[in-house]
């Protein structure tokens, strides 16, 4: 594998200066925030402290040990941009008003090499645990030796780039990298994400076992109480270390803030229209247009927006083909399945407007395959010409159109001749091959929403001959049907960070094709993909980062081994109006929980539940 080396630049152009300490990380060079600023422009630095936020959680959690392999973690734990880090914190942590934007958290000082082949890292001073012991590089390098021996294969070969960890005092240290799939700016952000775990507090409790005793953290909360399956409860620190910091004055504002554990969405539900939860996200277009018209909302007790979120692109929402089945290698099978699945339909039905339906698998247009290919594009293309469809040189890649009438009879058509020429006619009604054995494809799913989703689709499917069973699986099936790739359709989500990370190469790398409880799903193996996550990491630019991510996109397009169902965008959120926050949102992520804030006035005017 051909790999590039990238010079971006962090605070100043590493190409032609010694590295040195900068107070964050940029992919462009550039921070709107100066050294020792005082606070983020979208929050209230005045805000006041007090009150407690409930929320509800799926995840019926049992395990207080950190990024390990087996158990269910405990919501609030830093490990992604996505994450709230309530207990523990990071090196860094992103600025919601700034894409490819890190400030220092425990790290007070960033240095990184030219080549990206190692970071170096100063830690705060001031920055401590809970009990007042000091947070040490030995911590950082306790963290990173625990994911690579005793995490799960996904967050082990996310960081499988950390070759060590070197300790040179108790403020500073240094990652070494290995040239794995590229060395970039998301990689040095990406080991930012992790929350540093207390080195002294594990050693005298054992890291490798599941366990229900709340642990020492270091964030702007801890543990109050908890009873499993039913509740979490965290309180503010009053003396948080970090509580000055620019990156957190007007944040962490809720006195308490409680995760109550719901095993179903309507119950979530109810338990909201009751007031005993908060805020939720709802993501069924049926409950956001009919289901909180109730007397509270006519009273202006409950308010429905549409939150903020760009730090991730792609899909929220996809049904994925799997390639590695013989009978889906071909091409011209896997776009007949494709025509088959009528997008108008699904976003009248469906959808219903609440959801965008995505035409790429990046969403903005800068970086999507919108149009033909450009002069760029054609550039990083033109040496796998061989290897990929003629059409995608000249042509625009575009979803089947259809008036959404659930009978596409255009598309069926289109289909029907493409198996055809894949070597499938039906007979009696049954799509077979030349042998006269039936074509089946299964799907693998794992709830009612889920198969409700799939129905129309489904029955396309049979129209066109096509033998078809729906498996609805509990989640021990599922993992281990998933190990076996023993699906030839499943749901998947592909978020992408932007700009991009490691993600990339996880779902779309021929080398994570066959790997078992891999994220490439589809198990694509194609040189001209890899190629172009390669160029995409290792992008200098923005013009570079457009024309590959172009690039990639168009190879996935037309490779058609997913169908796009819903793009990620900001969550349609509904909360009991007694917060006050910011006067306006930050514009790639809305900083909710973390800047807003409990209004007494606001509160007192709403009865408490029954």
Same mark, same amino acid.
């Given at each position: 594998m051909?790999?590039?080396?990238?010079?971006?630049?962090?605070?100043?152009?590493l190409?032609?200066?010694?590295?040195?300490?900068?107070?964050?990380?940029?992919?462009?060079g550039?921070?709107?925030?100066?050294?020792?600023?005082?606070?983020?422009?979208?929050?209230?630095?005045?805000?006041?402290?007090?009150g407690?936020?409930?929320?509800?959680?799926?995840?019926?959690?049992?395990?207080?040990?950190?990024?390990?392999?087996?158990?269910?973690?405990?919501?609030?734990?830093?490990?992604?941009?996505?994450?709230?880090?309530?207990?523990?914190?990071?090196?860094?942590?992103?600025?919601d008003?700034?894409?490819?934007?890190?400030?220092?958290?425990?790290?007070?000082?960033?240095?990184?090499?030219?080549?990206?082949?190692?970071?170096?890292?100063?830690?705060?001073?001031?920055?401590h645990?809970?009990?007042?012991?000091?947070?040490?590089?030995?911590?950082?390098?306790?963290?990173?030796?625990?994911?690579?021996?005793n995490?799960?294969?996904?967050?082990?070969?996310?960081?499988?780039?950390?070759?060590?960890?070197?300790?040179?005092?108790?403020?500073?240290?240094?990652?070494?990298?290995?040239?794995?799939?590229?060395?970039?700016?998301?990689?040095?952000?990406?080991?930012?994400?992790?929350?540093?775990?207390?080195?002294?507090?594990?050693?005298?409790?054992?890291?490798?076992?599941?366990?229900?005793?709340p642990?020492?953290?270091?964030?702007?909360?801890?543990?109050?109480?908890?009873?499993?399956?039913?509740?979490?409860?965290y309180?503010?620190?009053?003396?948080?270390?970090?509580?000055?910091?620019?990156?957190?004055?007007?944040?962490?504002?809720?006195?308490?803030?409680?995760?109550d554990?719901?095993?179903?969405?309507?119950?979530?539900?109810?338990?909201?229209?009751?007031?005993?939860?908060?805020?939720?996200?709802?993501?069924?277009?049926?409950?956001?247009?009919?289901?909180?018209?109730?007397?509270?909302?006519?009273?202006?007790?409950?308010?429905?927006?549409?939150?903020?979120f760009?730090?991730?692109?792609?899909?929220?929402?996809?049904?994925?083909?799997?390639?590695?089945?013989?009978?889906?290698?071909?091409?011209?099978?896997?776009?007949?399945?494709?025509?088959?699945?009528?997008?108008?339909?699904?976003g009248?039905?469906?959808a219903?407007?609440?959801?965008?339906?995505?035409?790429?698998?990046?969403?903005?247009?800068?970086?999507?395959?919108?149009?033909?290919?450009?002069?760029a594009?054609?550039?990083?293309?033109?040496?796998?010409?061989?290897?990929?469809?003629?059409?995608?040189?000249?042509? $625009?890649? *575009? !979803?089947?159109?259809?008036?959404?009438?659930? %009978?596409? =009879?255009?598309? +069926?058509?289109?289909a029907?001749?493409? &198996?055809?020429?894949?070597?499938?006619?039906?007979?009696?009604?049954i799509?077979?091959?030349?042998?006269?054995?039936?074509?089946?494809?299964?799907?693998?799913?794992?709830?009612?929403?889920?198969?409700?989703?799939?129905?129309?689709?489904?029955?396309?499917?049979?129209?066109?001959?096509f033998?078809?069973?729906?498996?609805?699986?509990?989640?021990?099936?599922?993992?281990?049907?998933?190990?076996?790739?023993?699906?030839?359709?499943?749901?998947?989500?592909?978020?992408?960070?932007?700009?991009?990370?490691?993600?990339?190469?996880?779902?779309?790398?021929?080398?994570?094709?066959?790997?078992?409880?891999?994220?490439?799903?589809?198990?694509?193996?194609?040189?001209? $993909?890899? *190629? !172009?996550?390669?160029?995409?990491?290792?992008? %200098?630019? =923005?013009?570079? +980062?457009?024309?590959?991510?172009?690039? &990639?996109?168009?190879?996935?397009?037309?490779?058609?081994?997913?169908?796009?169902?819903?793009?990620?965008?900001?969550?349609?959120?509904?909360?009991?109006?007694?917060?006050?926050?910011?006067?306006?949102?930050?514009?790639?992520?809305?900083?909710?929980?973390?800047?807003?804030?409990?209004?007494?006035?606001?509160?007192?005017?709403?009865?408490?539940?029954?």
């Amino acid at each position: 594998m051909r790999l590039l080396t990238a010079t971006l630049a962090f605070g100043a152009t590493l190409a032609v200066a010694a590295p040195t300490y900068k107070h964050g990380v940029s992919f462009f060079g550039e921070f709107k925030y100066p050294p020792d600023f005082e606070h983020f422009d979208y929050v209230n630095p005045e805000a006041p402290k007090g009150g407690t936020l409930v929320l509800a959680t799926g995840a019926n959690w049992n395990s207080f040990t950190p990024y390990l392999h087996k158990g269910i973690s405990i919501p609030g734990v830093q490990h992604s941009m996505g994450s709230q880090p309530f207990l523990y914190d990071g090196l860094f942590v992103p600025a919601d008003d700034e894409i490819g934007t890190f400030y220092g958290n425990l790290a007070e000082g960033v240095m990184v090499a030219d080549d990206f082949s190692w970071v170096r890292i100063r830690l705060r001073g001031e920055a401590h645990w809970h009990d007042g012991v000091p947070i040490t590089a030995s911590d950082v390098k306790f963290t990173f030796d625990h994911i690579r021996e005793n995490s799960g294969f996904n967050l082990q070969s996310a960081f499988g780039m950390v070759d060590s960890v070197e300790v040179h005092n108790e403020r500073e240290l240094t990652f070494h990298l290995l040239d794995i799939n590229g060395l970039n700016a998301a990689v040095v952000t990406s080991i930012g994400k992790i929350a540093i775990l207390p080195e002294h507090y594990w050693r005298e409790h054992d890291p490798t076992k599941t366990t229900l005793t709340p642990p020492l953290g270091s964030g702007p909360y801890r543990v109050k109480e908890f009873k499993q399956s039913r509740y979490l409860l965290y309180e503010r620190v009053p003396d948080y270390w970090g509580r000055n910091l620019g990156i957190n004055r007007g944040r962490h504002n809720f006195d308490y803030i409680r995760y109550d554990y719901y095993r179903d969405g309507t119950v979530v539900r109810e338990a909201f229209r009751k007031g005993l939860v908060d805020y939720r996200r709802e993501t069924d277009p049926r409950y956001w247009f009919n289901g909180y018209d109730i007397p509270a909302r006519h009273k202006g007790w409950i308010v429905m927006r549409r939150h903020n979120f760009q730090y991730y692109v792609g899909l929220m929402r996809g049904i994925v083909i799997n390639e590695r089945r013989e009978k889906l290698q071909d091409p011209r099978v896997r776009e007949a399945l494709t025509l088959a699945f009528d997008y108008a339909w699904y976003g009248r039905n469906i959808a219903q407007g609440f959801h965008s339906l995505p035409r790429s698998y990046f969403g903005p247009p800068e970086f999507s395959a919108f149009g033909r290919p450009n002069a760029a594009e054609l550039a990083l293309l033109e040496p796998y010409r061989d290897a990929l469809p003629q059409r995608l040189f000249t042509e $625009a890649f *575009e !979803m089947g159109r259809s008036e959404g009438m659930g %009978r596409d =009879r255009a598309g +069926l058509l289109q289909a029907r001749e493409l &198996l055809r020429q894949a070597g499938w006619t039906v007979r009696d009604g049954i799509l077979v091959n030349g042998a006269g054995e039936p074509f089946t494809l299964s799907f693998l799913i794992r709830s009612a929403g889920d198969r409700r989703q799939i129905l129309q689709y489904v029955d396309q499917l049979r129209r066109l001959g096509f033998q078809t069973i729906v498996r609805m699986v509990d989640s021990a099936q599922f993992i281990n049907i998933m190990k076996d790739f023993d699906y030839d359709f499943c749901f998947a989500t592909l978020g992408v960070a932007q700009p991009p990370g490691v993600e990339v190469v996880s779902y779309w790398h021929s080398s994570n094709a066959m790997l078992p409880q891999t994220r490439n799903l589809s198990g694509i193996q194609s040189s001209a $993909a890899d *190629e !172009m996550i390669l160029r995409v990491l290792n992008a %200098r630019s =923005r013009d570079e +980062l457009s024309a590959a991510q172009r690039a &990639l996109d168009r190879v996935l397009l037309w490779n058609f081994d997913m169908i796009p169902l819903m793009q990620v965008e900001g969550p349609h959120v509904v909360y009991w109006d007694k917060f006050g926050r910011p006067p306006y949102d930050a514009e790639f992520r809305t900083s909710f929980p973390a800047s807003w804030w409990y209004d007494e006035e606001k509160a007192g005017r709403i009865p408490a539940p029954d």
